[in-house]
């Protein structure tokens, strides 16, 4: 842990960084890896790095990763610099440590590595209007389409069948039957929810298979606070947390964000006399992403935007669901049912999300109109 002096020691000896140390700042927004500011005075100016531990059970090519990020975010930067923009700012890139190696492994064998800090930027865990989480979504749109030439084949796979619903809920299913922690037996109401939908999970990956979506590159992790926004004009100006990005669907991407912000609150809260699923904030996301990636989606994609959202939802939900029944191995957590709660979040959206299918459509239809988008 960074609470280790010898760790920041070594640490400030790997990386070359300008400046006194003056201070490092826990960032608790992510389930996985272990993120910090760290802040050096540079004769009264002061300059900020994220360094950042890898989670490597998680993440168990941590080399090929890198590799992937340093590929992908040099890709962005060029993009940045033809359109004009200011590529420290719109994309992340990864500092090399001073043997040359974009990570450092510590004496403890953790795996660290450290990018530019954002400036003037700042990332949140709820839009407080639909307007802001529109322009999220414009964010992961133009993301989307700035990588849509990337060479997908060049990418290693982070996690194997990351978004592959089908072996998702195989993995639950062998959770739920092998009952690691004994805690199956308390949850059978909502593991039930999930078994009952097995139905949704084959239908994207099948398409997949006959040819019938195309496959992107895309980021597959599209949390609402993986997008930095501006502190001026409030803009979304980086999408980061670029350890997934690899081949995948669109519509993981879309899903993934309406689950996570479409949501009227957190991802665990418990009082779900609180959480509904926002139609007004799947409009403003879908209007954000549309009038961006739109013009370059298939017919297919457009159609599968409403379901993407429902099944993502599911998806999520049974990972937290597996991973509770396994002793919270995974994700991290800060109290017993962390994990059940967050579960219980997701299968009370993805209730009211197929019950507002026809209107997530209408409006869907809404806005390809609007943009003269065909579908
Ligand atoms: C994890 O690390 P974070 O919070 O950005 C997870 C996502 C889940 C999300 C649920 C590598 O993302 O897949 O959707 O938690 N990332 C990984 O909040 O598993
Ligand atoms: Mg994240």
Known sequence: MIENINTVNELLDAFTFEGEMQNIRRIDDG?????????????????????????????????????????????????????????????????????????????????????????????????????????????????????????????VETIPNFHNTKSRFADFKKAVEDNLSGRAESCKKETEKFLAREKYYGVLVDMIDKGELPVRVTHNDTKLNNVMFDDETDEG??????????????????????????????????????????????????????STAGKALTKNEIAYLPFSSMLMTLECGMRFLGDYINGDIYFKTEYPEHNLVRARTQIKLAEEMAEKMPEMKAIISEICKKYGISE
């Not at 190696?101 to 064998?109: A, H, L, Q, R, V």
């Not at 660290?112 to 930027?121: E, K, L, P, T």
């Open 31 to 155: 389930h996985i890896n272990n993120t910090f500011v760290f802040e050096f005075n540079d004769n009264g100016k002061i300059n900020r790095y994220l360094v950042q531990e890898l989670n490597t059970s998680v993440f168990t090519k941590p080399v090929e990763l890198m590799d992937n990020i340093v590929g992908v975010t040099h890709y962005l930067r060029e993009k940045v610099i033809k359109t004009g923009g200011d590529p420290d700012r719109e994309c992340l890139f990864a500092y090399k440590a001073k043997d040359g190696k974009t990570f450092y492994i510590d004496s403890e064998n953790r795996f660290w590595r450290c990018f530019n800090y954002i400036y003037g930027a700042h990332s949140i865990q709820f839009a407080d209007t639909p307007e802001t989480f529109g322009k999220a979504a414009k964010a992961f749109g133009n993301f989307q389409c700035l990588l849509a030439d990337y060479p997908g084949e060049t990418l």
């Open 237 to 290: 100006i980086c999408v980061v947390d670029l350890d997934t990005v690899m081949p995948g669907l669109s519509l993981y991407d879309f899903g993934d964000s309406i689950r996570f912000g479409a949501s009227t609150a957190s991802e665990d809260e418990k009082d779900l006399d609180k959480v509904h699923f926002s139609l007004e904030y799947f409009r403003a996301y879908a209007d954000g992403y549309l």
